[in-house]
């Protein structure tokens, strides 16, 4: 099995600033730089929307058009962990954040779904303040 464990959230002014990560553990999980890793968020009342993901090497990434220029991902393989620097925070961004992996491995073609995920950690709430 695989845990994804997030952290970094918080309550924030429109304008900061906020590092989540995602730290990945798990037997089945060894290789982590093998595989896709992805950041979704959700409002209340709202679906699942792709954020950003990063592919196994980290040498590419993918963003949604309203947080382009605005967040970055980025992963360190020899901790296992992913993050996302969100700068520039806008009410709208405000959302429950996740982060997840599919089990197959590579730079997914699925990234944008979250129906291309297969495991997904617990979720950290961000709120930005107008």
């Known amino acids: 099995q695989v845990q994804l464990v997030e952290s970094g959230g918080g309550l924030v002014q429109a304008g900061g600033s906020l590092r989540l990560s995602c730290a990945a553990s798990g037997h089945t999980f060894s290789l982590y730089s093998l595989y896709t890793m992805g950041w979704f968020r959700q409002a209340p009342g709202k679906e699942r929307e792709f954020v950003a993901a990063?592919?196994?090497?980290?040498?590419?990434?993918d963003e949604a058009d309203s947080v382009k220029g605005r967040f970055t991902i980025f992963r360190d393989n020899a901790k296992n962990t992913v993050y996302l620097q969100m700068n520039g925070l806008k009410p709208e961004d405000a959302a429950v954040y996740y982060c997840?992996?599919?089990?197959?491995?590579?730079?997914?073609?699925?990234?944008?779904?979250?129906?291309?995920?297969?495991?997904w950690g617990q979720g950290t709430q961000v709120t930005v303040s107008s």
């Open positions: 997840g992996t599919p089990r197959t491995s590579g730079w997914s073609s699925r990234r944008r779904t979250h129906l291309g995920y297969d495991y």
């Open positions: 990063i592919s196994p090497s980290g040498k590419m990434t």
